[in-house]
């Protein structure tokens, strides 16, 4: 696998698959690699014959200087997993390849992105991402970008962004990866101590609790959430939201009648983390987070 960091020199390697006709595969990240981020470029390789893998700490989807900051980094060792994975090639921009000087455009998606994330980070945050998404799809220009459902609010935001815009990419959302206690792989895992670690295992279990009482034929949607609001609570995390949406429009549900998305974010700590189920009451949709069972594709 080669590593290249600007965008004249990643043409220049995609030039021959492209001439070709090779289906390019997108993986985009912000380093600190895990599993999850592994399962990604694995079905990029089953896919496509051609794999990319972005590598940028995005500064325009943090609302917080601190939070930029302690973002855990280390390009040898994401290179490495990269490789190991199926990756072919690695693009690692620095800030100033994709924000030179002067730069003022912003990709913007309205309505899905107002909510959960947009309220609790700010609608800037959305914006990075759909700004930087699309440099990147124009600089890489893939068949196929790889997503995990696990920030599956941002997976709905980019899909519409790829209709609305006309943007040739399929855009796949792969499960997610869970860790043997439940605990959904992130990045910022790495942030937590051992004791908050073992307390952000209650964003899995109070999901858990949520689909476990829908299965038992529950499907009052507040009457679904209070246990789990306990369970957050009896865990001492800070919960931003805990909610019932469609998946479609993220707009909250009164009664759970058809699939519907639970979504949380809380805090453990110092470390901001979010978590998803999406749950059918007629179907053992469930069962994975509740047998913690959710393995890489």
Same mark, same amino acid.
């Given at each position: 696998?080669?590593?290249?960091?600007?965008?004249?020199?990643?043409r220049?390697?995609?030039a021959?698959?492209?001439?070709? &006709?090779e289906?390019?595969?997108?993986?985009?990240?912000?380093g600190?690699l895990h599993a999850?981020?592994?399962?990604?470029?694995?079905?990029?390789r089953?896919?496509?014959?051609v794999?990319?893998?972005?590598?940028?700490?995005?500064p325009?989807?943090?609302?917080?200087?601190?939070?930029?900051?302690?973002?855990?980094?280390?390009?040898?060792?994401?290179?490495?997993?990269?490789? &190991?994975?199926?990756?072919?090639?690695?693009?690692a921009?620095?800030?100033?390849?994709?924000y030179?000087?002067?730069?003022?455009?912003?990709v913007?998606?309205?309505?899905?992105?107002e909510?959960?994330? &947009?309220?609790?980070?700010?609608?800037?945050?959305?914006?990075?991402?759909?700004?930087?998404?699309?440099?990147l799809?124009?600089?890489?220009?893939?068949?196929?970008?790889?997503?995990?459902?696990?920030?599956?609010?941002q997976?709905?935001?980019?899909?519409?962004?790829v209709?609305?815009?006309?943007i040739?990419?399929?855009?796949?959302v792969?499960?997610i990866v869970?860790?043997s206690?439940g605990?959904?792989?992130?990045?910022?895992?790495?942030l937590?101590?051992?004791?908050e670690?073992?307390?952000?295992t209650?964003?899995?279990?109070?999901?858990?609790?949520?689909?476990?009482?829908?299965?038992?034929?529950?499907r009052?949607?507040?009457?679904?959430?209070?246990?789990?609001?306990?369970e957050?609570?009896?865990?001492?995390?800070?919960?931003?939201?805990?909610?019932?949406?469609?998946?479609?429009?993220?707009?909250?549900?009164?009664r759970v009648?058809?699939?519907?998305?639970?979504?949380?974010?809380?805090?453990? &700590?110092?470390?901001r983390?979010?978590?998803?189920?999406?749950?059918h009451?007629?179907?053992?949709?469930?069962s994975?987070?509740?047998?913690?069972?959710?393995?890489?594709?």
């Amino acid at each position: 696998m080669k590593t290249v960091s600007t965008v004249q020199e990643l043409r220049d390697e995609l030039a021959s698959a492209r001439r070709s &006709g090779e289906s390019i595969g997108l993986v985009p990240t912000m380093g600190a690699l895990h599993a999850g981020h592994l399962s990604l470029i694995e079905a990029a390789r089953r896919q496509c014959e051609v794999v990319v893998v972005s590598l940028f700490v995005n500064p325009a989807q943090f609302n917080d200087a601190g939070d930029l900051s302690k973002y855990p980094r280390d390009e040898a060792r994401d290179a490495a997993l990269a490789a &190991g994975a199926g990756a072919d090639l690695m693009f690692a921009p620095g800030v100033e390849e994709v924000y030179p000087a002067g730069f003022a455009t912003t990709v913007s998606v309205s309505a899905l992105t107002e909510r959960l994330e &947009g309220a609790s980070r700010g609608r800037g945050h959305f914006d990075g991402v759909t700004t930087v998404v699309s440099k990147l799809f124009n600089m890489v220009m893939p068949d196929v970008a790889f997503f995990g459902q696990k920030d599956a609010q941002q997976a709905l935001v980019i899909r519409r962004m790829v209709r609305d815009l006309n943007i040739p990419v399929r855009i796949e959302v792969c499960p997610i990866v869970r860790d043997s206690d439940g605990l959904a792989l992130s990045s910022r895992n790495a942030l937590l101590t051992a004791s908050e670690r073992e307390q952000a295992t209650a964003l899995s279990r109070a999901l858990a609790v949520v689909a476990e009482a829908t299965q038992a034929g529950e499907r009052d949607a507040e009457r679904l959430l209070a246990p789990a609001r306990t369970e957050l609570e009896r865990s001492g995390v800070t919960t931003e939201y805990l909610e019932l949406v469609s998946p479609d429009t993220l707009e909250p549900v009164a009664r759970v009648d058809a699939e519907v998305l639970a979504l949380v974010a809380a805090r453990v &700590g110092t470390t901001r983390l979010i978590d998803n189920l999406l749950i059918h009451p007629v179907a053992a949709a469930a069962s994975a987070v509740a047998d913690h069972d959710e393995r890489p594709l």
